[in-house]
């Protein structure tokens, strides 16, 4: 069997490829060292309050590890922190503190440029199909799992 251009393996590949530009876009952008993963967990912490790490991993898409070594960076670098609940001192959240919040905000207004400079290539119209497709493929995977 021939391999034909517009197969699964070709848009896989081609996603795969934007994700990665984005990624690196985005890290020569901004130069503080935080990844997409641990501002999306400080963006859920900031909107939401502290939580459990395995509330995040299920709510962000993480792995129960990923989700430690997500947790355990963003403490080393000052911008989270553990607290115990004070009821049942086994339960323990993570927290966004103030330090998380200035970083977290900065990154947003950087994210909000990079943002604009990206999609000031597509229309408006283009910008809606790209939109709609993606929640359609998004959907459709998550009724797979």
């Known amino acids: ?23 690196i876009y985005w890290n020569q952008m901004f130069p503080k060292n935080i990844s997409i993963s641990q501002i999306l967990v400080l ?7 502290p939580r459990k790490q395995s509330d995040l991993a299920t709510r962000l898409g993480f ?12 403490i080393e670098a000052g911008v989270a922190e553990r607290i115990s609940d004070e009821k049942d001192r086994r339960i323990v959240y993570l927290a966004i503190n103030q330090s998380g919040e200035d970083l977290l ?7 909000q440029k990079m943002y ?12 809606k199909v790209l939109n709609s497709v993606y929640g359609k493929l998004l959907s459709f995977l998550e009724k797979q799992k």
Request: without cysteine.
């Open 116 to 127: 604009l400079q990206l999609f000031q290539q597509l229309t408006k119209e283009e910008h």
């Open 105 to 111: 905000l900065e990154a947003m207004k950087m994210g």
């Open 1 to 23: 069997m021939r391999m034909e251009k517009g197969n699964i393996f070709s848009f896989i590949h081609t996603m795969e490829l934007l994700n990665n530009r984005l990624l």
């Open 43 to 49: 963006a859920e912490l900031w909107e939401k309050g």
């Open 63 to 74: 792995t129960p590890g990923a989700m430690t070594n997500i947790a355990n960076k963003l």
